[in-house]
């Protein structure tokens, strides 16, 4: 072979391994496209309430705001849909990955798939229970346990004179998920050391709206003296309220509700008096979210931990909030 056409093949090996990513660094934190477009793919939970509707929506604009190719995928409410969603990025190749899992356990094989391929994963929204964390970046969520606390806290006031037994109905999240988890939690942290506040039925309502009115229905016929309604979300507790003004029953009054969410539903039937207390879970992650990957596959550092801010809505507070709100 002459030495001209040897050096032509060597510089035709080189171009070709700098295409196929070989050779390159990545670094953990990804490596941008040869225009520098970052390519982001995300992994939604579904469409199961208002709250991911409005998610989704943030993620999506705030990605276009932000000049981030979004490869979007929907896993109707299912783990093999996540996984099957990021094997297919790490495949493609694309710069970060983020996703909501939609349950805490189950993560690690996919995720050490991701890390091997050096492409930096984000979680947002909800957390994985992964001992090993190195193998994501950073969660950007709300705490979930905190919410939780913050329920019990309006529901202790509330009946801060009240010495009869308050008997409460919880309809709880998506099962194994860490919203469902930790609202759990954080609620029975608060009413623990009274034993007035007794939770008499407890079930999962999925976060949709459907489910929480078919739970609900259940709960009050086999339980004719509920006081408290907690339900995880905004949906669920829209769904009870219809089951129980079904059942003849007046929401807000007969059978006072907390939810959590703060969704334009949720929040208008706050103000019209048939929820008495909201927490809000902030579903507008999507800029913190473009700005957070730009830093990871820029290699810069990140905090693991963005806690999203958030607050409470009373039904006067609801009244005020209602012709400002987003979603
Ligand atoms: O993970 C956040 C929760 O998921 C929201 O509270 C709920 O509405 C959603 O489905």
New binding site residues.
């Given amino acids: 072979m002459s030495k001209r056409i040897s050096s032509k093949l060597i510089a035709i090996v080189a171009a070709a391994l700098v295409l196929s990513g070989c050779g390159s660094e990545g670094g953990g934190g990804g490596s941008t496209a040869d225009d520098g477009k970052i390519t982001m793919g995300f992994s939604q939970?579904g469409a199961?309430?208002?709250?991911?509707t409005a998610?989704t929506k943030s993620i999506q604009e705030a990605a276009k705001a932000a000049g981030i190719e979004l490869k979007f995928s929907d896993a109707q409410q299912k783990q093999e849909n996540q996984i099957k969603a990021i094997r297919s990025f790490i495949q493609q190749r694309v710069d970060v990955i983020a996703f909501?899992p939609v349950v805490e356990s189950g993560w690690d094989t996919v995720l050490r798939e991701a890390k091997n391929a050096n492409i930096p994963v984000i979680l947002t929204?909800?957390a994985v229970d992964s001992q090993d964390t190195t193998l994501y970046k950073a969660f950007l969520?709300?705490d979930?346990v905190e919410e939780g606390r913050r329920a019990a806290r309006w529901l202790v006031e509330e009946y801060k004179d009240v010495d009869e037994t308050v008997n409460i109905v919880e309809l709880q999240?998506?099962t194994g998920?860490?919203?469902a988890n930790d609202r759990k939690a954080g609620f029975e942290e608060i009413i623990k050391d009274d034993p007035k506040f007794k939770i008499i039925a407890s079930q999962t309502g999925d976060?949709t709206r459907a489910k929480g009115k078919e739970v609900m229905e259940a709960f009050l016929k086999s339980n004719p003296d509920i006081d408290v309604l907690y339900a995880?979300?905004?949906?669920m507790g829209l769904g009870a309220i219809e089951a129980i003004e079904g059942a003849g029953k007046v929401p807000g009054k007969d059978i006072k509700i907390i939810t959590?969410?703060a969704?334009r539903d949720g929040m208008q039937a706050l103000a019209d008096g048939k929820i008495n207390f909201i927490v809000e879970?902030s579903?507008l992650l999507g800029p913190q979210l473009m700005d957070l990957a730009k830093k990871v596959v820029n290699g810069e550092e990140v905090p693991q931990r963005v806690v999203t801010e958030e607050t409470t809505f009373t039904q006067e507070q609801a009244k005020e909030a209602l012709p400002s709100r987003q979603y």
Avoid at 48 to 52: A, L, P
Avoid at 232 to 235: E, V, W
Wanted: proline share 7%; with cysteine; net charge negative.
């Fill in positions: 939970v199961e309430s208002g709250w991911r998610n909501s929204d909800r969520g709300s979930f999240g998506t998920s860490a919203p976060f995880h979300n905004d949906d959590i969410d969704v879970c579903p």
